[in-house]
């Protein structure tokens, strides 16, 4: 779906990326996973074309992929001078009934007449992440998708994400700082050095998103921590 | 909180009522130049009961709010292409600069060449003001978007009518509305200016001149008291409505 082909990327002096291969499948799942600061969102950004100010080569299976972003910074990706049941559909037309489904397995549908001012900051996340489930996206663009849900709500979105996922197989790219994570859903795991990241390893997982097989996780969640403090040490 | 009102609304206009007596009192200004008080608030009074000049105010007003409603119907299109469009932005950004820095006065015959000296005159100056500053408060709105907006609109693929009516309008309303306000005090100005110097007959500006001219100096007074209530009262419409519209960017 997506080839990329020794990607560099420089904010004036600072180097942010630099030799970046990877090829991403159709209908893939893929995690990545860096410290601060490394270029995850950069990269993300770039993937998305909303900057194209790289070097290096990206290439598409095809034009016009519909896609779905979660920004790092919920406030981003939503309007606001608009309702939540505005911001989800977005102009687009989409049926009225998936909106509410969606809307009421996030318990944000008692909330859709009001303003993305008047939520928490986890309500606003919950908001973004209405909407991208709510267009049917070829490709998912998630950075820290879940980095302000409560415990709770947070399991339930992971399972309707997944749920989702099994179904319609959208290419999925998902930045996250959470290991389990990433190893619970991921096809493949990309770890990425220290700024200007490149890539430490990709760990592949067998038999993915496979329940109760908690030491096949251990062994991949011991890979992950190993690479990173591999990285630290470099 | 109600003593804040009153403190505002009732104590400190009666100081000022205090000292403008005392200052007449202690002759610190020709009388003739500048009436006692008293005198000034039966004539506010005796002008507002007779309702002597609310067909003066409603002129004013009338030419106002045209002058205002062109400025909005041709500023608020032109600013959000000119805002958008950077190409049209870079060509015309010098000639509009230039333009909006001719004093409006200055145009005054220039204006009479065209349109005489009845209304049309006086509203073409005050539309002319007025559009140029909504025209630039638009344009500036919509270049200082927050870029997040554009991001989105990008990767969610959003209809064009859409974004334009929904991100790139309303994201740009807080712009406009500053721009309507600070348009309609300047529009006030002008209208009052034009209606004491472009030959006429009627509105509050001509009100006071006359006044002046017959030398009721208590009756000028309380004509500019009447066309600064005027003046706050349209302002305080065009505030009020400003905070209904734009609820969002109030922080709590
Ligand atoms: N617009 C910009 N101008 C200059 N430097 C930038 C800009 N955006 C990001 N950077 C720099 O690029 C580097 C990578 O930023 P990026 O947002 O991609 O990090 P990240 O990996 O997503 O970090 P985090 O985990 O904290 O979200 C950072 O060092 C940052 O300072
Ligand atoms: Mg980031």
Redo the contacts with the bound molecule.
């Keep these: 779906m997506i080839e990329v082909k020794n990607l560099s990327k420089r904010?004036?002096k600072?180097a942010?990326l630099k030799g970046i291969n990877l090829s991403i499948k159709k209908g893939e799942f893929i995690s990545i996973i860096?410290?601060?600061?490394?270029?995850?969102?950069?990269?993300l950004k770039i993937l998305s074309g909303l900057d194209d100010h790289y070097l290096g080569h990206i290439k598409y299976s095809k034009e016009n992929i519909r896609k779905s972003f979660i920004f790092?910074n919920s406030d981003d990706s939503m309007l606001p001078w608009k309702t939540v049941l505005e911001n989800t559909s977005l102009g687009k037309k989409i049926s009225s009934k998936k909106v509410k489904t969606i809307l009421q397995k996030v318990d944000l549908w008692k909330f859709r007449k009001n303003y993305p001012y008047e939520l928490s900051g986890g309500m606003k996340q919950l908001l973004a992440i209405s909407r991208a489930f709510v267009y049917d996206s070829e490709l998912f663009l998630l950075?820290?998708p879940f980095s302000s849900l409560d415990h709770y709500m947070k399991t339930n979105v992971l399972k309707y994400l997944l749920e989702m996922w099994k179904e319609k197989r959208p290419t999925t790219i998902m930045?996250s700082?959470n290991i389990e994570d990433a190893v619970m859903m991921s096809d493949r795991i990309i770890i990425l050095s220290e700024?200007p990241?490149k890539i430490l390893n990709i760990i592949k997982i067998d038999n993915p998103r496979s329940k109760g097989t908690l030491p096949h996780f251990n062994k991949y969640h011991r890979e992950v921590l190993h690479t990173i403090k591999r990285g630290r040490v470099l | 909180m109600n003593y804040k009102r009153v403190i505002r609304y009732v104590l400190i206009p009666g100081l000022f009522f205090l000292v403008g007596t005392l200052i007449y009192y202690c002759k610190v200004f020709n009388p003739l130049m500048f009436p006692n008080p008293l005198l000034v608030g039966t004539e506010f009074f005796r002008i507002i009961i007779l309702q002597e000049t609310l067909s003066d105010m409603g002129l004013t007003f009338y030419r106002v709010l045209i002058g205002i409603a062109i400025s909005l119907v041709i500023g608020i299109p032109a600013g959000l292409a000119i805002g958008y469009f950077k190409k049209l932005y870079d060509s015309l950004e010098f000639i509009i600069d230039f333009l909006r820095s001719i004093p409006v006065t200055a145009l005054f015959p220039l204006t009479m060449l065209f349109f005489g000296i009845g209304d049309t005159a006086k509203i073409a100056l005050a539309a002319w003001l007025t559009t140029t500053i909504i025209l630039v408060n638009t344009s500036y709105g919509v270049r200082h978007l927050n870029k997040s907006y554009f991001n989105m609109a990008k990767v969610y693929n959003i209809p064009k009518p859409y974004f334009f009516k929904n991100i790139i309008f309303y994201g740009s309303l807080p712009h406009i509305f500053s721009g309507i306000r600070i348009a309609i005090s300047l529009c006030i100005i002008l209208i009052i200016v034009t209606e004491m110097f472009i030959g006429s007959v009627n509105g509050l500006g001509n009100a006071i001149i006359n006044a002046h001219l017959a030398y009721e100096i208590p009756k000028m007074y309380a004509l500019i008291i009447i066309t600064g209530i005027f003046g706050y009262a349209l302002n305080k419409v065009a505030s009020l409505i400003e905070k209904r519209v734009i609820h969002w960017t109030k922080q709590h």
Excluded: M, W, Y
């Design positions: 904010f004036s600072n942010v860096g410290p601060n600061g490394c270029g995850k969102t950069t990269l790092q950075d820290e930045i700082h700024r990241a």
